[in-house]
């Protein structure tokens, strides 16, 4: 949503017109047309990005629409704003020209008036698809569900123009013109002529790199994983598996590093994307706790935080090679934390390093290797500890056998499988939310 948020303006005329615009290229915005209708003159708009820089406006140089339909009563209610210099720091968002479908879930976020300054995101589904409309302003009737819209007119007024989204692709505009509490949307496909005239939809598309299409394919299997679920769930699911690949495909870089870093041994160029929809489903599970997740980079303990009362972190990883034991991936972690300026702190505290929960995806399921608290057993790492301070010099390591290979009896962990399990046993999101908590910090 924060790259949704930051493509779109609020558009603001002299005589209090008010509506929103979003960039679909570095010189072109799309908004709804009836906003020029009582104000026609370009020189009298404003525009402004308040998730960009509110202090920055920009003016129109050109409006386009189809100028061979009256403005007012007919055609599709989406017109093109030439912005009068091109904006290079903000990503454009993508269209699309292909079909809708009823009940397809869409987000959208715009700058109604009971929300100015600040913009407010929408959520809904289609609600119906009006057929040979060509004469009319909108085709599509939009159910609203966040925020609950009791009259379109009164709830939404100034969100005109705003993108309406669904699968990451812009589809539709806001026109804000039906009655009641369902509201009008004029799809860009009866406008698809109009748009190509002016933009080049080709250069406005850049090439997806492999790791944004194995993403892309990774939602859509995770889709299926989502089916599992009770079907009380799966709107709640859904709803959370978008918002997280928008936040994956826009913070491409950070989720670079992630992969990265989260596979045992560390993943090079060509694995990167192994295990990538396994690695979906479990953020997946764990973004569901408090609507949110956040990729840690340089944190030395952790590669995960969930925002909550608590501010919970944890690590997760993903075993490239099959049947790998978890003591030893786990030793690993210990050794490489254990050099950190915190960890000799945390150590004479009691505390186990690694000091927060760890999710182990991919390892040997059997019973020697198996440390997940629910489905393995129990594993005594004074064992190992012996057979490391058995040196000729006594004092090498010092303070080892006090404090260091035994905490790591204290370490929290849970197998992949067991936090996908939690499907079987729930039947709504509260209780999703709960039992995911539960078994990740017990």
């Not at 944004?212 to 709803?239: M, R, W, Y």
């Amino acid at each position: 949503m924060d790259r949704i948020k930051k493509a779109v303006a609020r558009l603001d005329g002299s005589d209090g017109e008010i509506a929103t615009a979003f960039l679909i290229s570095e010189n072109y915005m799309l908004t709804a047309k009836h906003t020029f209708i009582s104000n026609p003159d370009k020189a009298n708009y404003k525009i402004c990005f308040p998730n960009y820089s509110i202090e920055k406006t920009y003016t129109i140089e050109e409006i386009y629409f189809d100028d061979d339909i009256d403005i007012e009563n007919l055609a599709n209610d989406i017109a093109i704003i030439k912005l009068n210099e091109p904006i290079v720091d903000i990503e454009p968002l993508n269209v699309e020209f292909s079909e809708i479908e009823v009940d397809e879930r869409w987000i959208s976020y715009g700058f109604p008036g009971a929300n100015r300054p600040i913009g407010e995101r929408f959520v809904g589904t289609i609600n119906d698809i009006l057929k040979e409309r060509s004469e009319f302003k909108y085709d599509l009737n939009l159910n609203c569900e966040i925020p609950k819209v009791i009259d379109a007119d009164y709830g939404i007024g100034g969100a005109s123009g705003a993108p309406i989204i669904c699968n990451n692709k812009v589809v539709a505009i806001f026109s804000n013109e039906s009655k009641g509490a369902i509201i009008g949307a004029a799809s860009l496909k009866r406008s698809k002529g109009l748009i190509e005239t002016y933009i080049d939809i080709l250069k406005m598309h850049a090439v997806d790199s492999p790791l944004k299409k194995a993403i892309k394919q990774a939602v859509s299997t995770t889709g299926s994983f989502i089916e599992g679920f009770p079907e009380e769930v799966h709107d709640f699911l859904k709803n959370e598996l978008n918002e997280l690949q928008e936040e994956f495909l826009t913070n491409i870089d950070e989720i670079k590093i992630f992969l990265e870093n989260s596979k045992y041994p560390i993943a090079e160029e060509e694995t990167l994307v192994n295990g990538i929809e396994e690695t979906l489903e479990i953020i997946l599970m764990i973004r569901s706790m408090y609507g949110n997740i956040h990729i840690l980079v340089e944190d030395d303990f952790a590669n995960l935080r969930v925002l909550s009362d608590e501010n919970l972190h944890m690590s997760f990883v993903y075993s490239l090679e099959r049947n790998k034991a978890m003591p030893e991936i786990l030793l690993k972690m210990h050794n490489q934390m254990v050099h950190k300026s915190a960890a000799q702190i945390m150590i004479k505290c009691g505390m186990s390093i690694p000091p927060y929960p760890i999710i182990f995806d991919n390892c040997s399921s059997s019973r020697k290797h198996n440390l997940c608290k629910v489905c393995g057993q129990s594993f005594r790492f004074e064992g190992i500890l012996r057979s490391y301070i058995e040196t000729e010099d006594d004092g090498l390591i010092k303070g080892i056998e006090r404090n260091n290979f035994a905490l790591l009896n204290k370490v929290k962990i849970i197998c992949g499988e067991c936090v996908r399990k939690v499907r079987d046993d729930v039947e709504n999101s509260d209780e999703l939310k709960r039992m995911v908590v539960e078994k990740v910090y017990g």
